[in-house]
C-alpha cells in the first residue's frame, strides 16, 4: 500500500499487450476465481484476452494465492517495494485525508508495512514462478531504463513509457491511488509529507524493509 503500485499498474495496462491497471480485491483459491478476474477485467477494459498478460495488484496479506491454479510458463510476478520513510508518510497521509479508521498512526502504518513486507518474503517460497523485484524509486528517478528493463523482461514487443492511460476508475478510492497526482498520465514526483515518523518506529520499519529486500532480491530471477 502506498508503493506506486497503482502507477505503475497503469503503465502496465497502457501496454496493448496488458490487460488490467488496479487492484481487484480478491484471492486467487479456486477457478471460479479466473472466470470473476476476466469478467471484472472486460468491464473495465472492453478488450479482448487473446495473447495478453491479465494484470491485477495485490496489497494485502490476506488474499490467497494458490500456485497450483497457476500456469508455471505464463505466470509472471512483479514484486514492488517502496522505502520506509515515504511509505509511512503516504499512507497516514491518505488515511487522515481519506477519514479512515485504520493507519491514522505511523504506528499502525508500521504494522501493515512489516507485515506485507514478511509476507511478501514468504510468498517466494511458494510462488515459484519467473519473478521481478523492483525498488519503487527507481520508477521516479530512472524511469527510461527501469521500464525498458522490465519491457525486456516480461518479453513485450512495445516498450512502456513514462506516459499512461487514464482509466474509468483511475483515481477512485478503493480501487488505487485515490489522488488527483495519478490522473496526471506520467510520472510525476511528489512532494514529500509533512508527517513526522519516530525514531523507533522509522527503526522497525527500515529493519523490514532490509530483510525483505534483501529476500526479494535474492529469490526474484531478475532484479534491479
Given at each position: 500500500?502506498?508503493?506506486?503500485?497503482t502507477l505503475?499498474?497503469h503503465?502496465l495496462?497502457?501496454n496493448?499487450a496488458?490487460?488490467?491497471?488496479?487492484?481487484?480485491?480478491?484471492?486467487?483459491e479456486s477457478?471460479i476465481?479466473?472466470f470473476r478476474l476476466?469478467?471484472?477485467l472486460?468491464?473495465?477494459?472492453?478488450?479482448?484476452?487473446?495473447?495478453?498478460f491479465l494484470l491485477?495488484?495485490?496489497?494485502?496479506?490476506?488474499h490467497?494465492?494458490d500456485?497450483?491454479l497457476?500456469?508455471?510458463d505464463r505466470?509472471?510476478?512483479i514484486?514492488l517495494v517502496?522505502e520506509?520513510?515515504?511509505?509511512?508518510k503516504?499512507?497516514?497521509n491518505?488515511s487522515?485525508r481519506l477519514?479512515m479508521?485504520?493507519?491514522?498512526?505511523p504506528a499502525?502504518a508500521?504494522?501493515?508495512?512489516a507485515?506485507?513486507?514478511?509476507?511478501l518474503?514468504d510468498?517466494?517460497?511458494?510462488?515459484n514462478?519467473?519473478s521481478y523485484?523492483?525498488?519503487?524509486?527507481q520508477?521516479?528517478?530512472?524511469p527510461?531504463?527501469t521500464?525498458?528493463a522490465l519491457?525486456?523482461?516480461l518479453g513485450l514487443?512495445?516498450?512502456?513509457?513514462?506516459?499512461?492511460?487514464v482509466f474509468?476508475?483511475?483515481g477512485?478510492?478503493?480501487?488505487?491511488?485515490p489522488?488527483?497526482?495519478?490522473?496526471?498520465?506520467t510520472i510525476?514526483?511528489?512532494?514529500?509529507h509533512?508527517?513526522?515518523?519516530?525514531?523507533?518506529?522509522l527503526e522497525?520499519?527500515?529493519?523490514?524493509h532490509?530483510?525483505?529486500f534483501?529476500e526479494?532480491k535474492?529469490?526474484?530471477?531478475n532484479?534491479l
Open positions: 500500500m502506498r508503493s506506486r503500485s505503475l499498474s503503465i495496462g497502457s496493448d496488458i490487460c488490467g491497471y488496479r487492484e481487484l480485491l480478491r484471492s486467487y477457478r476465481d479466473f476476466r469478467t471484472d472486460f468491464r473495465d477494459t472492453g478488450s479482448h484476452f487473446k495473447g495478453k491485477d495488484k495485490i496489497l494485502h496479506n490476506h490467497g494465492i500456485p497450483r497457476f500456469p508455471a505466470t509472471r510476478i514484486y517502496r520506509p520513510a515515504s511509505t509511512l503516504s499512507i497516514v491518505m487522515q477519514r479508521d485504520r493507519f491514522t498512526t499502525e508500521l504494522e501493515h508495512y507485515e506485507r513486507l514478511g509476507g518474503a510468498s517466494t517460497e511458494v510462488l514462478f519467473p523485484f523492483l525498488a519503487s524509486e520508477l521516479v528517478d530512472d527510461d531504463e521500464l525498458g519491457s525486456e523482461w514487443d512495445e516498450p512502456l513509457g513514462k506516459s499512461y492511460k474509468d476508475r483511475t477512485q478510492a478503493g480501487f488505487g491511488d489522488f488527483e497526482n495519478i490522473k496526471r498520465g510525476t514526483r511528489t512532494p514529500d509533512d508527517i513526522e515518523i519516530p525514531s523507533d518506529v522497525k520499519a527500515w529493519s523490514a532490509s530483510k525483505a534483501a526479494l535474492t529469490r526474484c530471477l532484479s
